[in-house]
T-cell receptor, first 112, second 113 residues
Framework: LAKTTQPISMDSYEGQEVNITCSHN???????ITWYQQFPSQGPRFIIQ???TKVTNEVASLFIPADRKSSTLSLPRVSLSDTAVYYC?????????????FGGGTRVLVKP | NAGVTQTPKFRILKIGQSMTLQCTQD?????MYWYRQDPGMGLKLIYY???????DKGEVPNGYNVSRSTTEDFPLRLELAAPSQTSVYFC????????????FGSGTRLTVV
């Protein structure tokens, strides 16, 4: 499984856009990039997944450059409730026994 | 639709005691997983299962056992609890393709004293 590196923490203010970049230099051809959000005392929640270029849903956007060695999760106009830990994971969705490894994540603090 | 349900939510065990953490899902997911999360850390995979009757070890399986007799249930057994097993335990499930991501339960907070 490809190892990921992401910032330990980030601060932002309400209404701003938050961009979290994840490095995954050893990403394999069949690997997808998935982001999860975790609030205190809760299990992680799936946010978005992508393979290349750009993916957008009602919560976030995911930007993946052509070489796929990094990806950026973009949270538009954050609110206080977006304060959470965000995990970047890389793995092969099609592999039997697909088992994702969660690193330390990025702690995002949204300030008023 | 309840998703992934874990019981109990909290438990205190004495060293050497045993217990079973229950996990059930109603989404007909083939794959199920057990993770543990220590304070301020990421999640580590303990065991996983790709279907009824099939289980395999993850990153940190020592001190734990699992079984998967049905698609819905994936209990985690702790034998001879140790303080190092104090953690929050999360159960998760997914479809084989993983395209919709994992669905996690709300966790069981276990303290071993």
């Amino acid at each position: 499984l490809a190892k990921t590196t992401q910032p330990i923490s980030m601060d932002s203010y309400e209404g701003q856009e938050v961009n979290i970049t994840c490095s995954h230099n050893n990403i394999a051809t069949n690997d997808y990039i998935t982001w999860y959000q975790q609030f205190p005392s809760q299990g992680p929640r799936f946010i978005i997944q992508g393979y290349k270029t750009k993916v957008t849903n009602e919560v976030a956007s995911l930007f993946i450059p052509a070489d796929r060695k990094s990806s950026t999760l973009s949270l538009p106009r954050v609110s206080l409730s977006d304060t959470a830990v965000y995990y970047c994971l890389v793995g092969d969705n099609q592999a039997a026994g697909n088992k994702l490894t969660f690193g330390g994540g990025t702690r995002v603090l949204v300030k008023p | 639709n309840a998703g992934v349900t874990q019981t109990p939510k909290f438990r205190i065990l004495k060293i050497g005691q045993s217990m079973t953490l229950q996990c059930t899902q109603d989404m007909n997911h083939n794959y199920m997983y057990w993770y543990r999360q220590d304070p301020g850390m990421g999640l580590k995979l303990i065991y996983y299962s790709v279907g009824a009757g099939i289980t395999d070890k993850g990153e940190v399986p020592n001190g734990y056992n699992v079984s998967r007799s049905t698609t819905e249930d994936f209990p985690l057994r702790l034998e001879l609890a140790a303080p190092s097993q104090t953690s929050v335990y999360f159960c998760a499930s997914s479809y084989p393709t993983g395209g919709d991501g994992y669905t996690f339960g709300s966790g069981t907070r276990l303290t071993v004293v």
